[in-house]
């Protein structure tokens, strides 16, 4: 019965697979306020925000899925200048957001590397070194990772994208620049240099079962992670596994779905950790993040970039809110928020209970 596994303190794997498999309403929804309900015990009737920055698409990587893949000459490649980046930052802590999260393409040449490092100190000097600072700018050195987080950077979110070795070799090319072991490597060093850690994993890939998902949530738990950052897989038409997953993977509602079981499943079994309710939820519904966070989360990241350059970073098809400035949209967001009984926390960080629960 739904209901006994539900009453457990501690889940087991075959508990996670009956779960994830939930099939009638009913039960859904025993899942999913079940587990808001431990969202509200352990950060309470509360979201914070993140002022997302997509700072640039230009990549050096491949990964078959993704729409600013180094390969895609469709794209028209772009980079934030230091002052737009500030600018951006200004308006986040002007309006409270409490945090951002600075993301792109991955790049690892040393203009790059100091170019974040200089930006990231004078964000801090320009916002009374008050800001949670998110990273998401894929796999560095451990030297990089250190330069970030002393100039400001407290959180780095780098997804797993899938825990299965075979499916992660499948959606990526099977080369150095894309290897389950080096990320594996990256999230212990983001570890060592004392960042919140965040990873996820995209929810719904072709050829990705139950028991990939559940090992994706045992995975969280072994390696103690802090946050988790984790979506549907959305097709992009333009990409090697877009034009192969075309027709053949669940259907949107599906992966919605799927993904606020994996949100309600991570809260259960995770407890303490931030939650991000993804863009990408959002993308397959047009109240996909307020269904995350009923079903757990407690993170959003509302797109602070400027309008004119959020069409030149698609990942995926079907972006939300492109023609929306960030203003409009965090207003909007804050009002169904506050329909659904959740209150936006303004001026605080928001950091995850559980990476001072681990390091005390
Ligand atoms: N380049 C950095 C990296 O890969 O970590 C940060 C930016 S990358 C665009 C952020 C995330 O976008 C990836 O971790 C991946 O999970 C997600 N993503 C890319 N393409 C996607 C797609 N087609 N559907 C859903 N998520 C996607
Ligand atoms: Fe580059 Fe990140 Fe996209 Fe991979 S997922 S191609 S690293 S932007």
């Not at 979201?47 to 794209?75: A, F, P, W």
Request: charge should be positive; glycine fraction near 6%; proline fraction near 2%.
């Amino acid at each position: 019965m739904i209901k006994d596994i539900l009453k457990k303190e501690n889940l087991s794997k075959e508990d996670l697979l009956t779960l994830i498999q939930i099939k009638n309403p009913e039960d859904l929804k025993l899942l999913f306020d079940e587990a808001y309900k431990l969202k509200l015990k352990y950060i309470g009737n509360k979201v914070y925000y993140r002022g997302l920055i997509e700072c640039s698409n230009i990549c050096i990587k491949n990964c078959k899925y993704c729409g600013i893949r180094k390969d895609n000459k469709n794209v028209d490649r772009f980079s934030l200048s230091q002052d737009e980046i500030l600018e951006i930052s200004q308006w986040v802590y002007e309006n409270g957001f409490g945090s951002l999260a600075l993301q792109s393409g991955e790049r690892n040449d040393k203009e790059f590397v100091d170019f974040i490092e200089d930006t990231l100190i004078k964000i801090q000097n320009k916002c009374s070194n008050s800001l949670g600072i998110t990273l998401s700018l894929g796999e560095q050195t451990l030297e990089t990772y250190k330069r970030w987080r002393n100039a400001g950077a407290s959180r780095y979110l780098l997804r797993i994208e899938t825990t299965n070795r075979e499916l992660f070799k499948k959606i990526h090319f099977d080369d150095k620049l894309h290897s389950f072991d080096k990320r594996l490597q990256a999230l212990k060093d983001l570890r060592t240099t004392g960042y919140q850690v965040g990873t996820g994993v995209m929810i719904g890939l072709p050829g990705q079962t139950y028991e990939d998902l559940v090992n994706d949530i045992i995975f969280f738990k072994e390696n103690d992670i802090d946050m988790i950052g984790m979506g549907p897989y959305i097709i992009h038409e333009e990409t090697p596994l877009g034009k192969e997953a075309l027709g053949k993977i669940l259907s949107d509602e599906e992966r919605l779905t799927l993904s606020l079981k994996m949100i309600a499943l991570c809260r259960l079994y995770l407890k303490d950790i931030n939650i991000a309710a993804t863009t990408a939820l959002h993308a397959l519904h047009p109240f996909g993040r307020e269904k995350g966070i009923l079903a757990g989360a407690n993170v959003i990241m509302p797109n602070a970039t400027s309008k004119n350059i959020k069409p030149k970073y698609q990942l995926y098809r079907g972006k939300p809110n492109l023609d929306d400035d960030a203003l409009k949209g965090k207003l909007a967001l804050e009002k169904s928020l506050k329909e659904i009984g959740e209150e936006v926390v303004y001026f605080k960080k928001g950091d995850s209970p559980h990476f001072f629960n681990r390091i005390k």
